[in-house]
């Protein structure tokens, strides 16, 4: 469970950073099938829209002293309409925006999100902008230079993915991994939204008291 | 829109949230409307523009407050029972893990003009100025016969049966003072007026004993909070229910419940779209001709600079002014967090002194406790009906929930939502602990 952990935990052969990642972008550009390809290597032609996923964890060894896990968010369907809550993006370190190449609208949509993000998250956050399907270039309707034009203009890392061919996904989280301020975590040993963490109350330890009742 | 519903919810207040995630996770397919562009409804945490927006009709915040961001302000002051069932219903559905919570670091009780704390262990409640000595033996033992009484054990009864004797029998058994009592059935079975007294014991008993359950839970007081406010709570059961297939629609009008021939509900209409349902489930605010008002509370949110004065500079606290102590016929309450909780900017406090309305000048009812406040930057009065539904909703499957009422803590509420789940399901609502998991996938 997330608040029992630390984001930074000595870990058997080094230091485990552990950040809140959340997906972002419009319905059907394949945010679920990164992640799926991401964490299980498995991908579905047909797959229904997300159901009964809380959240996905995945680690990532950047060397041998350093693993970084993310816990995926996904957006169970209430970027729909309009409808995703606040709660999605709190404590959010890194964020994957995701746009669809065959759709010329999705991007206008990943952009949008990109300000909400710089408007409602964490002013450090990590963003990827993934331009998925890429396995479906021959209807390609947006060009890689202009979302890389839009990505390199608005710091963001970029890559064009296929969750179906696995092509650029291990990448794109591995480069945000590596784009994750580590050392300045390391110097600073509360980390980003941790603090809270370790002064919090855990609902499901059966007794956490040190003091008798009256 | 169009198209078929086990279960329309309207609002998304913390009552039709739970509802909406339990239906859901129970494989119901289930569509939840706001008509407002935010999570929660009468429960939940605004920040600054939503705030200006709703009290000062739409004046821009002063910028010297800081970012909206910073700022999540409940409009219903509830605090959880660390040991409560809104606790209970969060393991059960593992909505904890949303979420984070923080200590309320104080439970104070005003009482011959000065604040005192409740006492939170038996070392404070030897040093508390709230009993002399013999008194403080007294309420020993009286506390001793709580908390040693078993239900199938007659020694333990000591000759009363407080399932049928009145509390007010059992204060006279042990003679505590008037001020005892006070203090007793209003700071820690945290009743709103005297009525308990001629009540079965029982029924304080049961609130005596969760007081001091949930105390020795974590320690400094009965309550907890969530990290960015209340409002957390109404999105962590709406996340839970889409991630089991719940359509969520904020921002949408709803201009129409609608009946087939026998009165029974089939369908919500949102401009010319028709959503076909078998049930509907939502906050009174829905359904003006099918709820009757039975009070009005006041509450004004205020935003301090400072803790609340005389109680101990602590970051979170509870104060009850006891009806008697201000010639009242129900208690005051004063709620506060602050920027600890990541409700408001750093430096800044947050209050909300409430109470139920028994004058027309509600903002003068409040004034004994805006007194204790010290001085406020800003000041929100807010006085809401207190609605409940007239029918049960068996008749035409329309089940509507009651408003958030003056109680301290989220008893009330989630008494409703088993009532509710009762009779839209015909079930008992059965909680349970479920295995704690990392990851899961629904079948």
């Known amino acids: 469970m997330s608040t029992t952990n630390n984001r930074q935990n000595a870990h058997a052969s080094g230091k485990l950073y552990q950040f809140k990642l959340v997906l972002l972008g419009e319905s059907a550009v394949g945010k679920s099938s990164l992640v799926l390809r991401f964490v299980k290597d498995q991908f579905d032609d047909y797959r229904e829209s997300t159901i009964g996923a809380a959240f996905l964890t995945q680690t990532i060894s950047l060397d041998d002293n350093t693993t970084v896990k993310f816990e995926i968010w996904d957006t169970a369907g209430q970027e729909r309409y309009k409808s995703l809550a606040p709660m999605y993006y709190r404590n959010a370190n890194c964020a994957v925006v995701v746009y669809d190449i065959t759709q010329a609208s999705s991007l206008d949509k990943a952009k949008s999100w990109v300000k909400e993000l710089q408007r409602q998250a964490d002013p450090n956050i990590v963003i990827a902008l993934a331009g998925n399907k890429s396995d479906l270039s021959a209807r390609r309707a947006i060009d890689s230079e202009e979302a890389q034009a839009y990505a390199t203009d608005t710091g963001l890392l970029f890559f064009e993915t296929s969750a179906k061919t696995a092509v650029n996904v291990n990448e794109l989280f591995t480069s945000i991994a590596k784009k994750m301020p580590l050392e300045q975590l390391a110097a600073n040993s509360r980390g980003r939204g941790s603090s809270s963490k370790q002064r919090g109350v855990d609902l499901t330890s059966p007794t956490s008291s040190n003091n008798c009742s009256c | ?344 900017a750093k430096g800044y406090y947050l209050a909300i002194v409430s109470t139920i309305v028994e004058t027309d000048k509600p903002e003068e009812e409040i004034k004994p406790g805006l007194d204790l406040l010290g001085p406020c930057v800003e000041k929100f009065i807010n006085v809401t009906d207190l609605d409940e539904p007239i029918e049960d909703g068996s008749k035409d499957q329309v089940f509507i929930s009651r408003s958030y009422d003056a109680t301290s803590h989220f008893g009330t509420v989630c008494k409703d939502v088993k009532s509710i789940y009762k009779r839209a399901t015909g079930q008992d609502l059965v909680l349970k602990q479920r295995p704690k998991q990392e990851e899961e996938f629904a079948e």
């Not at chain 2, 009286?142 to 029998?169: C, K």
Request: hydrophobic share 35%; with cysteine; net charge negative.
């Open chain 2, 1 to 344: 829109m169009d198209e078929e519903y086990d279960v329309i919810v309207l609002g998304t207040g913390l009552t039709e949230c739970i509802l909406s995630g339990l239906l859901s996770v129970e494989g119901k397919k289930v569509l939840h409307i706001d008509r407002n562009d935010y999570y929660g409804g009468e429960s939940a945490s605004l920040n600054l523009s939503q705030l200006y927006r709703k009290f000062r009709s739409g004046a821009e915040p002063p910028s010297e407050l800081g970012k909206d961001r910073d700022y999540n302000i409940d409009l219903i002051p509830k605090f959880m029972m660390a040991n409560g069932e809104l606790v209970r219903i969060l393991t059960h559905t593992d909505v904890t893990k949303y979420l984070e919570f923080k200590q309320i670091s104080g439970s104070f009780v005003y009482r011959d003009g000065k604040i005192s704390k409740v006492p939170a262990s038996e070392m404070e409640a030897v040093r508390s100025p709230l009993m002399g000595l013999f008194e403080k033996r007294r309420a020993k033992k009286f506390f001793e016969y709580m908390q040693n009484w078993r239900e199938d054990d007659p020694s333990t009864h000591q000759g009363l049966d407080i399932n049928t004797v009145p509390m007010s029998a059992v204060y006279e058994k042990f003679g505590l003072e008037p001020g005892t009592q006070d203090f007793i059935g209003h700071a820690m079975a945290l009743y709103l007026d005297d009525s308990y007294l001629t009540r079965t014991a029982r029924e304080s008993y049961d609130r005596i004993i969760l007081y001091i359950t949930s105390v020795a839970r974590y320690g400094k007081s009965p309550y907890i909070y969530p990290l960015y406010g209340l409002g957390e709570l109404p999105q962590g059961f709406a996340r839970l229910s889409a991630i089991y297939g719940g359509t969520y629609m904020l921002d949408k009008p709803v201009d129409e419940i609608v009946y087939d021939a026998n009165g029974k509900v089939c369908g919500v209409r949102s401009g010319d779209e028709i959503a076909k349902t078998k049930q509907v489930i939502g906050d009174p605010s829905y359904f003006h001709d099918k709820v009757r008002k039975v009070g009005k509370v006041v509450r004004a949110i205020c935003l301090l600079k400072h803790p609340i004065p005389n109680t101990d500079d602590v970051d979170s606290i509870q104060l009850v002014i006891p009806q008697n102590q201000v010639n009242r016929k129900h208690d005051i309450y004063i709620a506060s967090v602050s920027a600890t909780h990541n409700v408001c």
